[in-house]
């Protein structure tokens, strides 16, 4: 449907949400249906949530281009993604636990050896007065990594 609205002339030259156009959104919808549909014919579940939130956006932002069964793939991808997403980061307690560790733990260790290294930082630099014209505060501490 988005390739017909791209060859009708009524709609050759509308600018959608975001100043997309028709081809941004046909190459959006071709890659997720190349990515959620495999070769082997099977369909790949984890890009669900991505199909839902596509047309989600759709939904929400380009309505106005009125797609057939618009709505009944909103309805049908929010049903499957209601079950699909609180699994995405484990089914068991267990499971949700250790990719939350995962993906926590070098985050709280990069943010500690920051707070560190800022403590720790004797070195200070200042604004060249030469370059520091028109600065409401020239004599601050400038800090580089």
């Not at 002339?9 to 997720?32: F, G, P």
């Not at 069964?69 to 049903?79: A, P």
């Not at 499957?80 to 995405?88: F, H, K, M, N, T």
């Not at 800022?118 to 990594?145: A, C, F, M, W």
Request: one cysteine or more; glycine letters at 2%.
């Amino acid at each position: 449907q988005i390739r017909q609205r791209m060859e009708d002339t009524k709609y050759k030259h509308i600018i959608l949400y975001h100043s997309e156009t028709l081809e941004l959104m046909h190459r959006r919808w071709a890659k997720l249906e190349k990515d959620f549909k495999l070769k082997s014919g099977q369909f790949d579940i984890s890009k669900i949530p991505d199909v839902y939130d596509c047309i989600k956006y759709d939904v929400m932002h380009n309505s106005g281009l009125n797609f057939d069964n618009m709505m009944e793939l909103y309805t049908l991808s929010k049903s499957l993604a209601d079950v699909v997403i609180p699994q995405e980061y484990g089914i068991m307690q267990q499971e949700k636990l250790e990719i939350a560790q995962a993906i926590c733990t070098p985050l709280l260790k990069k943010i500690r050896a920051d707070l560190q290294r800022t403590q720790e930082d004797d070195t200070v630099n200042r604004l060249n007065p030469k370059y520091s014209r028109g600065i409401l505060s020239p004599d601050r501490h400038v800090r580089t990594r």
